[in-house]
């Protein structure tokens, strides 16, 4: 399962009691017999050969004792004795017109007789004339009230009448006649448990035991009431008393095997099936449910071989051709089992079990309709069909139909209130309905339902892995594990949360498992285990992360299969003065990174160029960022509360857009079916999802040649569009223009020490207050800084106002207090960690810009004045051991230096250390900070001196910020997209030289920039500058960069040429 991975399951039920509980009656003929009050009136000589004649009849010798009634019959004519017993014998012989003769003549010959009314009421039962039948009987006893056999003969025929309450009655009358007839009793306790009256039926077994401590029958009618409500272990020590007071007793053994394989006491169960075939060897229902025992034992071999030998001995056995099915597939013999749950339906078309069955097969295979029409059939032949209610369900989701899906879950769990796999898949439904409490609940009532349930257990792993609870997933995963060792969604994500919290006990070992997973998976055209959003942290392939984005992408196009929408209509050109109509598509006009980055655009973009459409995926958050994106877009749309993907895509397409801009990938809230839809005739990826989509219905991705060079196309579905500087944007300019500007502040009493530019910093939107207040000095500094979009390099002054003071008394008093601020020569400024937070929440989200003079010190996050200070501001799940090792590497070659990390989560830290410390490095040096506000983060990240970036996965909106904030940035660039955003924008920058291009570059890079003072100065100095005077922070330009770009994509399809790679 993915699933939580999520993985989805799919239920094949065994019709697994092939034989039913078998509610043995006691074996009675019909009750016909003759009148022993009339043999007086016969002579001794009659006598003895009516005896004759009678004993015959009881050995079942029915020839000869009709010859001898015969020989009677001519001496007595009227003989109401031999009447009865002729008209028995011939009933038993099946001769039914003269049993029925002899009968009649019998009431001729005494019309009181109530014997004979009695069997001529049998006759007519044999007839299925019922109604005649119930007269005769009920004649029968009210000529003879007592007549014990006229009550139970009436009794069997009511019930055949299907006329219960009536039957009971009856029995109850005879019982009343002769409470010692256990046999009767028994056959009463049938009837009453059929009626659902278990306690009842309990009660008259016990009696019969009672009365008769011996009678087997009673035993195992008494275990299958236990079996009915529940107590296993009473039905066992029932069924294995019956066994024992008969030891050749069929039906109990094949009860015993029943409930000893609901106890999954397997091994019993094999052999009490196999002790009921010595019995009876050719019992073909025996044979299948032994069958079932060993597929569950998982000898599906021998299973298949003995649901083979239930279909040889019983050819219209549907059961058995439909649990053969079931064995078939688990071995991979899917062909062979869609025939033979064929085959079921052939011999009963209302085999629900087999329709169930099939629809799995059939959604397995890709026929979603078909399979739902099958689900749909089960459902109408069985409503209470709990498993079929579940599939059904689970397809629904799949086509995002979630209202519908938990009905149907709901449905299956109030006929099976123990159906824990329900529960799991409505769990599942309930989390893709952001209804996180109550999929919690559904994972922890399956799991309490069914301890043994591996599925649940990773589905609540998954809701404590989203929630950021990784312990807990990381624990839930090993359970899952260890009860089901093959469980790649499992593993993967076990996997996924060890890398979150730097855990790479046996890391080379689980990576290289990953890979076979996937490899696996891939060649069996299966779901990866690997969500495409992780494949990048891999040792895959680029065919085998390409196959993973394609596999999602397939999924989506078979959700999308059974809308059965006609293809949309769209424009071929451009009328005269006709703008472009941009669709850009997320979920994520919010509070959110993306949003950071390019909340700007939709505002910046030229209306006489395009006209600019954004739709949202998400509900409103009442963030600044959601109201600027919606005012400043020219049409702003709100899907996120049109669930129905048909739906959305229609509006989308009433747009008549022309290129529509995917911004979420794989990522959380995505809904790429809508893009499967084509509801534009140009779609394209853009900066939200770090890789290709694999999808044939996203023609082009957005990005620049280090991102994506020409010779890693291949890596890529779709065609490279190449913006001219980088694909990558930041929106900093205008959320944090206070940062744009920086001084250093220093008391009178300390030197001037030009190294010490980033102790205690100084931003402001306007910092004239205190610098008019301070005696200003300068570090001035020179670099060669790129200028503008033609990349002119340039010599230029940058300078650092420092700021002396007669004393810096009161703000280390703020910084050690956490006061939220004080006064600077009579100017009031404050505490950068603490002010904003605790008095404008909306400066400290990035919201709006604080108008405070704020103040950051690296005493108030432990990091010492005087080292060179390395950071990365990235989540740990981006760090592998070869990056810790060359970090490890750079510190023992920079002795005066410090790590700066963030608990991103925290979980991480210790293990962090644990390395670190293994690599012969002070764990001291390794300083850990909680995750800030976003104002926050990006300011703090002025204090270090250099940040080092994650090769495995880059920091892509941190590393904007980080060089916001002035922070030169080493990375090294690998071969997945992930990897390269940082190289592209630090060429952006004009920082080519803090591109490595091998693991001793980078560590020589950062090395160099430690111990280097001079060096360290001038690459700062040109990072501040460029972030002003390069294009990576200029909203504008970059707008009008990708107008042109969008217009070059549409040219091509205005002249009907499809989609190819745009380089220039």
């Known amino acids: 399962m993915m699933t939580s991975t999520v993985h989805l399951l799919f239920y094949t039920f065994p019709c697994v009691h092939v034989c039913p509980y078998t509610m043995r009656l006691e074996v009675r003929r019909q009750v016909i017999k003759p009148s022993n009050q009339l043999m007086n009136s016969i002579s001794q000589d009659f006598a003895s050969l009516s005896e004759l004649a009678h004993r015959e009849y009881q050995a079942a010798n029915y020839e000869d004792a009709e010859r001898h009634c015969m020989h009677l019959l001519r001496q007595e004519p009227s003989n109401i004795s031999v009447l009865l017993l002729l008209s028995s014998i011939h009933f038993q012989c099946k001769r039914l017109e003269k049993s029925a003769q002899f009968c009649s003549m019998a009431i001729k010959a005494n019309p009181v007789c109530a014997e004979a009314y009695s069997n001529l009421g049998n006759v007519f039962k044999e007839r299925n004339q019922l109604p005649e039948a119930l007269e005769n009987y009920r004649h029968a006893i009210r000529l003879k009230p007592d007549f014990i056999d006229g009550y139970i003969n009436l009794a069997a025929a009511l019930v055949t009448a299907g006329h219960l309450e009536q039957a009971v009655q009856a029995y109850a009358t005879a019982l009343h006649y002769n409470a010692d007839l256990y046999c009767i009793r028994s056959d009463l306790g049938n009837l009453l448990k059929a009626m659902g009256r278990l306690e009842e039926a309990k009660a008259c077994y016990l009696k019969a035991i009672d009365t008769q401590p011996t009678f087997a029958v009673a035993w195992s009618n008494l275990g299958c009431v236990f079996s009915a409500q529940g107590e296993i272990w009473l039905a066992i020590h029932h069924f294995e008393k019956a066994v024992q007071l008969d030891p050749n007793f069929l039906d109990a053994y094949i009860n015993l095997g029943n409930v000893l394989k609901e106890a999954r006491i397997f091994d019993r169960a094999v052999s009490a099936y196999l002790r009921a075939l010595s019995l009876s060897p050719n019992h073909a229902a025996v044979h299948g449910n032994l069958a079932c025992v060993y597929y569950e034992q998982g000898l599906i071999d021998l299973a298949i071989d003995t649901y083979k030998r239930a279909i040889e001995l019983q050819p219209h056995f549907p059961d058995a051709y439909c649990n053969l099915a079931n064995a078939l597939k688990e071995k991979g013999f899917v062909a062979e089992a869609e025939e033979c749950y064929n085959t079921a339906l052939n011999l009963c078309p209302q085999h629900a079990d087999s329709l169930n069955n099939l629809a799995n097969i059939k959604r397995e295979q890709g026929f979603i309709e078909e399979a739902t029409r099958l ?30 899906a938990i009905l149907h879950y709901k449905e299956a769990i109030r006929i099976a209130p123990t159906f824990a796999d329900a529960y799991s898949n409505m769990g599942n439904t309930l989390k893709e309905m952001n209804d996180i409490t109550g999929a919690m609940q559904c994972y922890s009532r399956a799991i309490q339902i069914n301890p043994a349930f591996a599925d649940a257990h990773s589905n609540l792993a998954s809701i404590h892995k989203d929630s950021g609870n990784v312990p807990d997933a990381i624990q839930a995963y090993r359970t899952a594990l260890k009860l089901k060792p093959d469980f790649p969604d499992a593993f993967c994500n076990l996997a996924h949360c060890l890398q979150v919290i730097c ?21 069996r055209n299966r779901l990866p285990s690997v969500h495409p959003h992780h494949s990048m942290l891999y040792p895959l392939t680029h065919e085998q992360r390409k196959g993973i984005a394609t596999r999602h992408a397939q999924l989506c196009m078979e959700k999308i299969s059974v809308l059965h ?15 472009l109509r941009i669709g850009y598509v997320s979920s994520d006009f919010g509070n959110h990174p993306t949003s950071h980055l390019m909340q700007s655009i939709p505002g910046m973009h030229n209306r006489k160029k395009v006209e600019i459409f954004c739709y949202a995926l998400s509900p409103d958050d009442n963030t600044n960022f959601r109201q600027k994106v919606s005012s400043q877009a020219e049409h702003f749309v709100d899907l996120s509360q049109i669930s129905d993907t048909g739906k959305a895509a229609d509006r989308i397409a009433m747009d008549k857009i022309h290129i529509l801009v995917n911004m979420n990938g794989y990522t959380k809230g995505a809904r790429n079916e809508i893009f499967a839809l084509r509801c534009a005739p140009i779609q394209v990826m853009w900066l939200g999802y770090p890789g290709t989509s694999g999808a044939s219905f996203m023609d082009y991705i957005i990005t620049d040649r280090v991102t994506s060079p020409l010779h890693l196309a291949h890596a890529y579905t779709e065609k490279l569009a190449y913006m001219p500087h980088t694909f990558f944007i930041g929106d900093h300019m205008q959320m944090f223009p206070h940062l744009s500007e920086r001084a250093i502040l220093k008391g009178k009493d300390k030197p001037l020490d030009p190294r010490k530019d980033n102790v205690t910093v100084v931003n402001a939107t306007n910092l004239e207050p205190i610098m008019s207040k301070a005696d200003v000095k300068a570090f001035v500094r020179e670099a060669e800084v790129i200028h503008g979009p033609e990349k002119e390099v340039k010599v230029t002054e940058v300078v650092v106002p420092v700021l002396e003071i007669s ?13 939220v601020q004080t006064s600077v020569e009579g100017v009031p400024v404050q505490n950068g960690v603490t002010a904003l937070t605790q008095t404008h929440i909306k400066a400290a989200t990035g919201e709006e810009v604080p108008q405070s003079i704020l103040i950051t010190s690296r005493h108030q996050y432990g990091l010492p004045e005087d080292a060179i200070v390395y950071c990365n501001f990235n989540q740990m799940y981006k760090i592998d051991p070869m990056t810790l090792k060359m970090w490890c590497e750079i510190l023992q070659r920079v002795p005066n230096s410090v790590l700066w990390l963030l608990r991103f989560p925290s979980h991480a830290e210790p293990n962090v250390l644990k390395f670190c410390e293994s690599q012969g490095v002070n764990t001291k040096r390794i300083k850990f900070n909680n995750v800030a506000a976003k104002e926050e983060h990006v300011r703090r990240g002025q204090l270090a001196d250099l940040c ?30 992930a990897s390269r955003v940082a190289s592209s924008q630090l060429t952006a920058l004009g920082c080519p030289e803090l591109i490595a291009k091998t693991r001793e570059d980078y560590v020589n890079i950062a090395v160099r920039l430690g111990t280097d003072v001079d060096y360290l100065r001038k690459i700062r100095a040109k990072v501040w500058k460029a972030r002003k005077t390069t294009t990576l922070f200029d909203v504008k330009q970059y707008c009008s960069d990708m107008e042109d770009l969008f217009m070059k994509m549409w040219r091509r399809y205005e002249s009907k040429l499809p989609p190819d790679h745009i380089t220039s």
């Open 375 to 404: 689900y749909i059939k089960a459902l109408e032949i069985f409503p209470e069909f709990a498993a079929a209610h579940s599939n059904l369900a689970s397809i629904l989701q799949q086509q995002g139909r979630l209202t519908e």
């Open 503 to 523: 855990d790479w006990t046996d890391y080379e070992a689980r990576t290289k498992k990953i890979v076979a997973i996937v490899d696996e998976q891939l060649r």
């Open 565 to 579: 929408k006609s293809s949309y209509v769209h424009p071929t050109a451009l009328a005269s003065g006709e703008r």
């Open 807 to 819: 004393t810096t008394a009161p703000v280390e008093t703020m910084f050690y207090t956490g006061q």
């Open 948 to 977: 080092l970036d994650t090769p495995l996965c880059n920091g892509h909106t941190t590393g904007m910020d980080m060089l916001w904030a002035g922070t030169p940035m080493v990375t090294l660039p690998l071969e997945t997209f």
